[in-house]
């Protein structure tokens, strides 16, 4: 049943879009995503959403299943402002703290979020920093105000080097009312105050419009982050979940705090569950992801046809009599290897529109066998 290849096996993207589109597989889009999770919310634990305050550099961790929030830690720096924070891809956290004169630069803390405790990472002479991700590589691009405190000014999007601060243009964003921007390990998006949810190319700085028709019912320094689950979490006066596809959001709620948020990141709860995402849409590339699996283990992917199960792996196999919640339609759709952080992924490639309405995934680990949330298809 597991003797497939691994996908890292078989010659790169045109098979690996072979094997996704022979199996008629509907990937699930972020808004299913969300759908999913807000329908059965037990299956994850703790997870936050984890903002800085625009003035007193306080930061406040929202549950992001509820939007409870709570104090969480002060940095203590509230002299100037911040203005964004961003996570590279080993977890740590940097915030911007901007001399809101316009005049000096900005400073650029890695912040240990539980304490509060900062340490300088780098400084630039960019003073009107807006936004700010990590990108592939751990690259940081910042969205920066030509002319600070005038408003409505054109914004750039710049690379800084961390730790020399030194700054590099790429280009006009196309923007007046950058409020965030953030990376789903395959692009950049932004939210901007003029004109909704955007994707960005870190190539040119150019922006495009998610739904030109729509910008939507937030206001005051939006600011945007995706969770390990795919989900886009967007804060303004309430948290909200980001429909990626529509750029049209739905609330969750936010209590505990009436300050303004001016930047936020996802942090995984004390202990991270074995969770199975994806990202893209049909018609389109598409990838799975696990996180939380046993680090440099493998990790199958399931798929079955129709309804749900639950049928228990067949005996023979690793892990037979594991309960699955997949019919007796399941198949390994790709054996993978998780990395040294408990992820694994498969894709991004293309799955046409007509995979839909069909499929179920669910991920087995192999080292314990623990099986993930299931995903049922409902686009």
């Not at 020399?164 to 953030?182: C, F, P, Q, R």
């Not at 004109?195 to 922006?207: E, F, K």
Request: with cysteine.
């Amino acid at each position: 049943m597991f003797t497939q290849r691994s996908a890292a096996a078989h010659p790169a993207r045109s098979a690996a879009a072979s094997v996704l589109s022979s199996a008629a597989l509907r990937l699930l889009s972020i808004t299913t995503v969300v759908t999913l999770l807000l329908a059965g919310r037990g299956q994850a634990t703790a997870q936050q959403v984890v903002g800085i305050d625009l003035f007193s550099g306080k930061l406040y961790s929202i549950e992001a299943r509820t939007g409870q929030a709570s104090l969480l830690s002060d940095t203590g720096l509230n002299f100037f402002i911040w203005a964004a924070l961003a996570k590279d891809s080993t977890g740590r956290l940097f915030g911007a703290y901007v001399d809101n004169r316009g005049v000096t630069g900005t400073w650029i803390y890695e912040i240990n979020p539980y304490t509060g405790q900062s340490a300088l990472a780098a400084f630039t002479t960019l003073a009107g920093i807006t936004a700010m991700s990590f990108g592939a590589n751990d690259a940081l691009y910042v969205g920066h105000d030509r002319f600070p405190g005038l408003g409505g000014s054109p914004v750039d999007l710049y690379q800084v080097d961390v730790p020399t601060g030194v700054a590099t243009l790429i280009g006009d964003m196309g923007s007046t009312g950058l409020a965030a921007l953030t990376y789903d390990g395959v692009e950049m998006w932004a939210y901007d105050g003029d004109i909704g949810l955007a994707r960005v190319d870190v190539q040119t700085g150019s922006m495009t419009d998610v739904n030109p028709g729509f910008i939507g019912p937030l206001d005051l320094f939006e600011s945007i982050c995706f969770g390990d689950d795919g989900i886009l979490y967007q804060v303004d006066a309430a948290l909200w979940i980001q429909d990626t596809h529509t750029g049209v959001p739905s609330m969750v709620n936010l209590t505990g705090y009436s300050g303004l948020l001016v930047g936020i990141e996802y942090l995984p709860g004390p202990a991270t569950p074995f969770t199975l995402g994806t990202q893209g849409e049909t018609g389109g590339n598409m990838a799975a992801q696990v996180w939380g699996a046993t680090p440099n283990r493998t990790v199958v992917l399931l798929r079955a046809q129709g309804g749900g199960g639950p049928t228990a792996v067949p005996g023979g196999n690793p892990c037979a009599g594991t309960w699955l919640d997949l019919n007796a339609t399941l198949a390994p759709l790709a054996v993978l290897r998780a990395d040294a952080a408990g992820r694994a992924r498969l894709g991004p490639a293309f799955v046409p529109p007509a995979a839909a309405r069909t499929t179920r995934l669910q991920a087995l680990d192999l080292a314990t066998c623990a099986v993930s949330n299931p995903l049922r298809i409902i686009y």
